[in-house]
């Protein structure tokens, strides 16, 4: 959930792309190489520290962190993968399940069709989709025709003309079916609780990064019903992580600022909750030894920092998720001595250790935006990879198994010979993905995209959205227990006006 600036591909594809990606000791040299960081709570109570080896290439790799929270949590200490406070000695060791089949038919039963055919959630010979269901309307229709135009049930416009960057780049739902939506508004971390009839709850705001033209704000529910997020705040010459978790009524538990070793550009992109309700945030900081690094951070439910690692030089993630077993998959970039941006994809355990690593590497740019896992430890990555002679972007996504191993890899333009990328996903538990981006329908004129795909990466159904004005793209998908899926994105206004954040729900 990336801000995509369309207007330039060498400057605007990706924020980071844009960013003072300093070389190696460029930046406020005066501070030390170890890389010493502060996390600062806005709210009372005791503080904790947490200290974690991580991958950085400068000095020992050695970072701090301090975290306050308003619960006054006890304090923890772990050092480069060691165990968390979460962790126990005697439980059992979490085991995913088999996965005996490359297309998730063993998966969890959906709604299936009676022996097989139209409603089994199988493509099967004769069949454009097969969604699981016989329910009409929902993309694809009960004698298995697509119904690709379907149209949302619920749509948002939030920001316009305003002189601001507005942006949706969050969405969830909770477990009673209520919607949370979360961007940049009116210059402001912005988070917004709606009911399942859409009727507005409550909003709250944080101050945004004072002069940002991109959104960095995300939004992930635990098992209460609490809400995590992430947004950017700060100044344009310092932009720093917020952190907070906040309780099914708006009313915020804790909230803490991260500002990385220098003080300059730190920027989170994405956020997820585990089983325990600990909550793991990814994103970037700089460096002055390593310039831009990846970071990940893992919280404790009660705002105790767990955990930090950062990786570098000029890395970044852009994406987390987790599996059932509490492990954490990243999708990241990485540049190579000999290649621009290359999409890099990692699995973590629950403690920070390092599982494995896979690399797509390619002459030219390449982003994985999105990562989700399914019930098998399964992870379907997406982005765009640059293609037409290095000219445009086109869809990217794959699999993986829980290993590590590649599976199906989806590679494609949209048709208009001009750039098309997914920029989220989500992925079911049995393995089903919906990966949202932007379409390019003519070369100068990109729509919001929904692309439903099945386990084993057949396309099942694709739904286009012309909000208004242009460029338009989603950042940020979600579906409810009940099969809905939310949507948040934005839109590029004519000069001199600026952009428009959306939101969307789509039926079943």
Same mark, same amino acid.
């Given at each position: 959930? #990336?801000?995509?600036?369309?207007?330039?591909?060498?400057?605007?594809?990706?924020?980071?792309?844009?960013?003072?990606?300093?070389?190696?000791? &460029?930046? /406020?040299? =005066?501070?030390?190489?170890?890389?010493? @960081?502060?996390?600062?709570?806005?709210?009372?109570?005791?503080?904790?520290?947490?200290?974690?080896?991580?991958?950085?290439?400068?000095?020992?790799?050695?970072?701090?962190?301090?975290? &306050?929270?308003?619960?006054?949590?006890?304090?923890?200490?772990?050092?480069?993968?060691?165990?968390?406070?979460?962790?126990?000695?005697?439980?059992?060791?979490?085991? #995913?399940?088999?996965?005996?089949?490359? =297309? *998730?038919?063993?998966?969890?039963?959906?709604?299936?069709?009676?022996? *097989?055919?139209?409603?089994?959630?199988? #493509?099967?010979?004769?069949?454009?989709?097969?969604?699981?269901?016989?329910?009409?309307?929902?993309?694809?229709?009960?004698?298995?025709?697509?119904?690709?135009?379907?149209?949302?049930?619920?749509?948002?416009?939030?920001?316009?003309?305003?002189?601001?960057?507005?942006?949706?780049?969050?969405?969830?739902?909770?477990?009673?079916?209520?919607?949370?939506?979360?961007?940049?508004?009116? !210059?402001?971390?912005?988070?917004?609780?709606? /009911?399942?009839?859409?009727?507005? #709850?409550?909003?709250?705001?944080?101050?945004?990064?004072?002069?940002? +033209?991109?959104?960095?704000?995300? %939004?992930?529910?635990?098992?209460?019903?609490?809400?995590?997020?992430?947004?950017?705040?700060?100044?344009?010459?310092?932009?720093?992580?917020?952190?907070?978790?906040?309780?099914?009524?708006?009313?915020? %538990?804790?909230?803490?600022?991260?500002?990385?070793?220098?003080?300059? *550009?730190?920027?989170?992109? !994405?956020?997820?909750?585990?089983?325990?309700?600990?909550?793991?945030?990814?994103? /970037?900081?700089?460096?002055?030894?390593?310039?831009?690094?990846?970071?990940?951070?893992?919280?404790?439910?009660?705002?105790?920092?767990?955990?930090?690692?950062?990786?570098?030089?000029?890395?970044?993630?852009?994406?987390?998720?987790?599996?059932?077993?509490?492990?954490?998959?990243?999708?990241?970039?990485?540049?190579?001595?000999?290649? /621009?941006?290359?999409?890099?994809?990692?699995?973590?355990?629950?403690?920070?250790?390092?599982?494995?690593?896979? %690399?797509?590497?390619?002459?030219?740019?390449?982003? @994985?935006?999105?990562?989700?896992?399914?019930?098998?430890?399964?992870?379907?990555?997406? *982005?765009?990879?640059?293609?037409?002679?290095?000219?445009?972007?086109?869809?990217?996504?794959?699999?993986?198994? @829980?290993?590590?191993?590649?599976?199906?890899?989806?590679?494609?333009?949209?048709?208009?010979?001009?750039?098309?990328?997914?920029?989220?996903?989500?992925?079911?538990?049995?393995?089903?993905?919906?990966?949202?981006?932007?379409?390019?329908?003519?070369? +100068? $004129?990109?729509? @919001?995209?929904?692309? $439903?795909?099945?386990?084993?990466?057949?396309?099942?159904?694709?739904?286009?959205?012309?909000?208004?004005?242009?460029?338009?793209?989603? $950042?940020?998908?979600?579906?409810?227990?009940?099969?809905?899926?939310?949507?948040? !994105?934005?839109?590029?206004?004519?000069?001199?006006?600026?952009?428009?954040?959306?939101?969307? %729900?789509?039926?079943?």
């Amino acid at each position: 959930m #990336l801000r995509i600036r369309w207007s330039a591909l060498t400057c605007t594809w990706l924020v980071l792309a844009c960013r003072s990606d300093a070389p190696a000791g &460029s930046g /406020d040299t =005066s501070s030390s190489g170890s890389g010493t @960081a502060t996390v600062a709570s806005s709210s009372g109570g005791s503080s904790s520290a947490a200290t974690s080896v991580g991958t950085a290439d400068s000095g020992d790799g050695t970072t701090t962190a301090a975290s &306050s929270s308003s619960t006054g949590g006890p304090s923890d200490t772990s050092t480069g993968g060691s165990s968390g406070s979460e962790s126990s000695t005697t439980a059992p060791a979490c085991v #995913l399940p088999e996965d005996s089949s490359s =297309s *998730g038919s063993d998966a969890p039963p959906l709604d299936l069709g009676a022996d *097989g055919g139209c409603g089994n959630a199988l #493509l099967e010979p004769g069949e454009v989709c097969d969604d699981g269901n016989l329910v009409p309307g929902d993309g694809c229709e009960p004698d298995c025709t697509s119904s690709d135009d379907v149209p949302p049930e619920f749509v948002l416009t939030m920001g316009g003309p305003d002189g601001y960057a507005d942006c949706g780049t969050g969405v969830a739902f909770d477990s009673e079916g209520n919607l949370i939506v979360a961007g940049l508004v009116t !210059g402001n971390v912005w988070i917004r609780k709606f /009911d399942p009839a859409y009727q507005e #709850l409550w909003t709250v705001t944080y101050p945004g990064a004072l002069g940002a +033209n991109i959104s960095h704000n995300f %939004v992930a529910v635990d098992s209460q019903d609490n809400i995590a997020f992430a947004g950017l705040v700060g100044t344009l010459d310092n932009y720093d992580w917020l952190v907070g978790l906040l309780d099914p009524d708006g009313g915020e %538990v804790w909230s803490t600022v991260y500002d990385g070793p220098v003080m300059r *550009g730190d920027f989170p992109h !994405g956020i997820a909750v585990d089983s325990h309700d600990a909550i793991v945030v990814v994103g /970037d900081r700089e460096n002055p030894m390593n310039g831009v690094e990846s970071a990940i951070m893992k919280f404790a439910n009660d705002g105790t920092l767990l955990w930090s690692d950062f990786s570098g030089p000029k890395e970044g993630a852009l994406s987390v998720d987790v599996d059932a077993c509490d492990s954490i998959l990243v999708s990241a970039f990485e540049y190579g001595k000999k290649t /621009d941006a290359d999409i890099v994809v990692r699995k973590y355990d629950t403690d920070g250790g390092l599982l494995w690593k896979q %690399v797509e590497s390619t002459p030219t740019t390449d982003w @994985a935006t999105g990562i989700g896992v399914d019930a098998w430890g399964r992870s379907v990555a997406v *982005g765009g990879v640059l293609g037409n002679g290095g000219v445009t972007f086109d869809f990217w996504a794959r699999q993986y198994d @829980a290993a590590g191993n590649e599976g199906w890899t989806v590679y494609y333009d949209g048709g208009a010979n001009a750039s098309d990328n997914f920029l989220a996903v989500s992925v079911a538990a049995e393995g089903r993905s919906l990966a949202v981006g932007g379409h390019s329908v003519s070369s +100068n $004129h990109m729509v @919001a995209v929904v692309v $439903h795909f099945d386990a084993a990466g057949q396309l099942l159904w694709s739904r286009d959205l012309d909000l208004i004005g242009g460029p338009d793209a989603w $950042h940020a998908v979600a579906r409810a227990d009940d099969g809905r899926i939310g949507v948040a !994105g934005c839109s590029s206004l004519a000069f001199p006006n600026d952009d428009e954040a959306h939101f969307a %729900v789509y039926p079943p």
